[in-house]
């Protein structure tokens, strides 16, 4: 079983900083997905960025980037010039690749509370 | 707009009644799921389901039911086997394949508290 481990309950980070949340996860699938996904206070929970395992190239979107780190198995979100909007609940999470049909079962940490300070 | 309705957003129950909470989406999307999230756990999977009238067990099935009988829809019921049902639920849908495996879109999620 995928098991996915996010290191740091909460984070706290200045506006206009950056900030790196930390997420490694297990498995022995060589073939799989990451996905960062941000649940800000309002509680509807919004996907940030997806990697997928065979491209070495690292995912960006405007100021999230990741780091990956395939033999690792490290997932880390970089977040630049921090804006308020940021604040929110950050979860990372693991997915095998689907392949004959198989399933497309998400598994995801624990979270870790990040605010933006002004 | 597209998107996925979740309802009720509050809903209380007393000890032993079974409760239903609806799922609807309107993105055509083949797959969806039923999440738990409890403070400190993060999201733990109840149910899934990639096609009609098909579903699986996740991690923490025990105590819930579903259904798929539509591909817009997939209730989930808390029954009263469920031994500590308090908790927030979040509804998502997901296409398959397109290249979009794994992009969840969520609900606003129900507030279950039991009295």
């Known amino acids: 079983a995928q098991t996915v481990t996010q290191s740091q309950p909460e984070m706290s980070v200045q506006e206009a900083e950056t900030v790196t949340l930390s997420c490694t996860y297990d498995t022995s699938e060589n073939n799989y997905y990451l996905f960062w996904y941000k649940q800000p206070p309002s509680r509807q929970m919004i996907l940030v960025i997806r990697?997928?395992?065979?491209?070495?190239q690292n995912a960006t979107e405007n100021r999230f980037s990741v780091n990956f780190q395939k033999a690792a198995k490290s997932f880390s979100l970089k977040i630049s010039d921090s804006q308020l909007g940021d604040t929110a609940m950050y979860f990372c999470a693991f997915m095998k690749h689907p392949s004959g049909g198989s399933n497309y079962k998400l598994t995801f940490g624990k979270g870790t509370l990040l605010t933006v300070n002004p | 707009d597209g998107g996925i309705t979740q309802s009720p957003k509050y809903l209380f129950r007393k000890e032993g009644q079974n409760v239903t909470l609806s799922c609807e989406q309107n993105l055509n999307h083949d797959a969806m799921y039923w999440y738990r999230q409890d403070p400190g756990q993060g999201l733990r999977l109840i149910y899934y389901s990639q096609i009609v009238n098909d579903f699986q067990k996740g991690d923490i099935a025990e105590g819930y039911s579903v259904s798929r009988e539509k591909k817009e829809s997939f209730p989930l019921t808390v029954t009263s086997a469920q031994k500590n049902p308090t908790a927030f639920y979040l509804c998502?849908?997901?296409?398959?394949?397109?290249?979009?495996?794994?992009?969840?879109?969520f609900g606003e999620g129900s507030r279950l508290t039991v009295l």
């Open positions: 998502a849908s997901s296409p398959i394949g397109q290249g979009r495996s794994g992009e969840l879109f």
């Open positions: 990697q997928e395992a065979y491209k070495q």
